[in-house]
């Protein structure tokens, strides 16, 4: 019989025990629960604790002004929920500050449990659940593209979405996208993307969008004007 491959979905869930959500919403400003939370969703997409995450980043992901997020960053060190880290090079010179996210746990609140001398072992020919069940369902919200743009030109997966707005904030990508989506409509997608992912990254990265000098077009829009002449001589 056929070997299922089961997947890890321990990156997909963000687990907060109990001790820890009661501390933070006992808190009288929701602002440091939503910190926590941000903290601990960037340690789980960086796959790493302690996390890089700048003060600057925070404010543009969380659309924060600084004494806000400084405030709310304040208490959860207070809380001992967070930790500055510093790190240094061979010469004692700081090379990055990273943010370590801590969990607290009330260890009278765990359960004991008893552990058998000779547990039984039972062989399993097959999992009860099908592998076609796992792959539609686990992956559905990571591999599955949304359309975006006002001519549903752009497709995007839930993850590189968030992505994309984690990293140049959500006004500034839906802008890009509109843009591009524009583009790729007027030339029916002429170039024939795919991955637009690479592609909006490809864009910011190059400036296509951005006024060449006063009173000139986008390289874009240059662009555009050529390909429309040569297809009218053709």
């Known amino acids: 019989m056929e070997e299922l491959e089961l997947l890890d979905i321990s990156d997909e869930l963000l687990i907060i025990n109990r001790t820890t959500i009661e501390r933070l919403f006992n808190e009288e400003n ?5 910190l926590y939370l941000f903290y601990y969703k960037t340690a789980k997409w960086q796959k790493h604790n302690p996390i890089k995450a700048s003060d600057e980043y925070c404010k543009k992901c969380l659309h924060w002004g600084i ?3 400084q405030n709310a960053k304040q208490k959860l060190k207070e809380m001992n929920l967070i930790e500055n880290v510093r790190r240094t090079d061979d010469k004692g010179k700081v ?7 801590n969990y607290l746990i009330d260890k ?6 008893t552990i058998p001398i000779k547990p039984q072992v039972v062989k399993q020919e ?9 792959n539609t369902n686990n992956n559905k919200n990571t591999y599955i593209k949304h359309k975006y743009g006002t001519y549903k030109r752009i497709t995007l997966t ?3 979405y968030t992505r994309l707005v984690e990293e140049f904030g959500e006004e500034f990508i839906n802008k890009q996208i509109e843009l591009l989506d524009e583009y790729v409509e007027s030339n029916n997608n002429k170039n024939k993307y795919t991955n637009f992912n690479l592609v909006l990254r490809k864009s910011i990265r190059e400036k296509w969008f951005n006024k060449t000098k006063k009173g000139e077009g986008s390289f874009l829009e240059t662009m555009q004007e050529i390909y429309d002449e040569q297809r009218n001589n053709n």
């Open 30 to 34: 929701l602002n440091v629960l939503t």
């Open 95 to 101: 090379v990055g500050w990273y943010v370590k996210v």
């Open 108 to 113: 009278t609140t765990i359960p004991k449990t």
């Open 158 to 160: 839930d993850d590189e």
């Open 126 to 134: 097959t999992n009860t659940i099908n592998n076609k069940y796992i």
């Open 67 to 69: 004494d806000k997020l």
